[in-house]
């Protein structure tokens, strides 16, 4: 499925509508460069899954993992942007939420192919103009 945003919040938009569409233990892979609003539409899934933004948990032991935990399905944010190597899931502790009915978001997903070849989703985001994205939204 394709969309046109022109806004980070019509990106949240897109973003709270196809979180619905989702079961627990999915795995979707966000696609693109620094900037074309991976975050921003993770945020958008976070709302559109109920969860209010006080229930962001900032992890405190891997600071690329963070956590939306609300009453519903939680929400596992992932960003590996500042991996520097290709490393093993458990060092992060990713096969716990993989287990678990989480749903889980991962930004710079193909730095960790491990994790990538498990990818339910995949949402591409590209910059087409200063507020215009294309997103791009596959089943793998
Ligand atoms: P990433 O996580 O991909 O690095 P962010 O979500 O952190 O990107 O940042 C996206 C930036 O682009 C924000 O500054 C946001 O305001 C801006 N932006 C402009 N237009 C859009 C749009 N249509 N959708 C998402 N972000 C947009
Ligand atoms: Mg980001």
Same mark, same amino acid.
């Given at each position: 499925m394709k969309f046109t945003s022109k806004s980070p919040s019509q990106t949240q938009k897109i973003a709270a509508a196809f979180s619905k569409r989702l079961r627990p233990g999915s795995v979707i892979g966000l696609v693109g460069?620094?900037?074309?609003g991976k975050t921003t539409f993770v945020q958008g899934m976070a709302k559109g899954l109920g969860i209010?933004? &006080?229930?962001?948990v900032n992890s405190p032991t891997f600071t690329l993992v963070n956590e939306y935990r609300g009453r519903g399905t939680p929400l596992i944010h992932v960003d590996?942007?500042?991996?520097?190597k290709p490393m093993e899931g458990e060092t992060l502790g990713l096969e716990e939420y993989l287990a678990s009915d989480a749903i889980v978001a991962v930004e710079w997903? &193909?730095?960790m192919p491990e994790l990538e070849k498990r990818m339910t989703e995949s949402v591409e985001i590209r910059v087409a103009g200063d507020n215009r994205r294309e997103i791009e939204i596959r089943q793998c």
């Open positions: 460069d620094l900037g074309a209010d933004p &006080e229930y962001y590996l942007y500042r991996i520097e997903v &193909e730095r």
